[in-house]
């Protein structure tokens, strides 16, 4: 199906473990990226990638890694999962400059650290 | 720094009015304007660029005062579909930042809408 999926939707893992979370989209947007959605905190950029091999830091990077080596795919990279990286994770993109355009949703990943 | 939004919560019967509003410490390039339901992703509304155009879907409008580096969205005569949390993001004005690439999201607005 066209749009943009996420995997897994839901994870469970362990404190000092590695998860990578996907995000492929379909529509050849040039722009992705990575959010986190916290109680009281909104929707926070940890990266995002304005074209394949670009990527820069958003507000909370640390402790995330990623990469973007096809324009489809942006995977999302937990180094070492810690209990503060218990959330929410969603993926979005846009055709062009993220700021002109609308960007469009994943539907989420829900991680648990334990 | 993230855009103050408020009011935090708001409740509102069938038919009522409601607006909400978005703040920024600093000059603004554009306001975008999200809906997300429960458990669902945020989803588009409208974006305000520079300019203070006011813009409208629906019974849904937005406005955007640049020299008070706010924005502002009414919803009239809501309806029980209008219920979710409300985001506003932003992005930094290109005098002050190279990169308008990024949008800063507001903690959000829970919008409450009853029979």
């Known amino acids: 199906d066209a749009g943009i999926t996420q995997s897994p939707r839901y994870k469970i893992t362990e404190t000092g473990r590695q998860v990578t979370l996907m995000c492929h989209q379909t529509?050849?947007?040039?722009?992705m990226f990575w959010y986190r959605q916290d109680l009281g905190h909104g929707l926070r950029l940890i990266y995002y990638?304005?074209?394949?091999?670009?990527?820069d830091k958003g507000e909370v990077p640390d402790g995330y890694v990623v990469s973007r080596s096809k324009t489809e795919n942006f995977p999302l990279t937990l180094e070492s999962a810690t209990r503060s990286q218990t959330s929410v994770y969603f993926c979005?993109?846009?055709?062009?400059?993220?700021?002109?355009?609308?960007?469009?949703f994943g539907p989420g990943t829900r991680l648990t650290v334990t | 720094q993230q855009p103050v939004q408020s009011p935090q919560a708001v409740i509102l019967r069938e038919g009522e009015d409601a607006v909400i509003n978005c703040s920024s410490s600093k000059a603004l390039y554009s306001v975008h304007w999200y809906r997300q339901k429960h458990g669902e992703a945020p989803v588009f509304l409208m974006i305000l660029l520079k300019g203070g155009e006011q813009k409208g879907h629906e019974k849904i409008s937005a406005s955007f005062n640049e020299k008070k580096q706010q924005s502002s969205l009414y919803l009239t005569a809501s309806q029980l579909s209008y219920s979710g949390t409300y985001f506003c993001g932003t992005s930094p004005s290109p005098s002050l930042s190279y990169n308008t690439d990024k949008l800063i999201f507001g903690t959000g607005t829970r919008l409450q809408v009853f029979p």
């Open positions: 529509w050849s947007h040039s722009y």
């Open positions: 990638s304005a074209a394949a091999d670009i990527t």
């Open positions: 979005a993109s846009s055709e062009r400059q993220g700021a002109s355009y609308e960007q469009y």
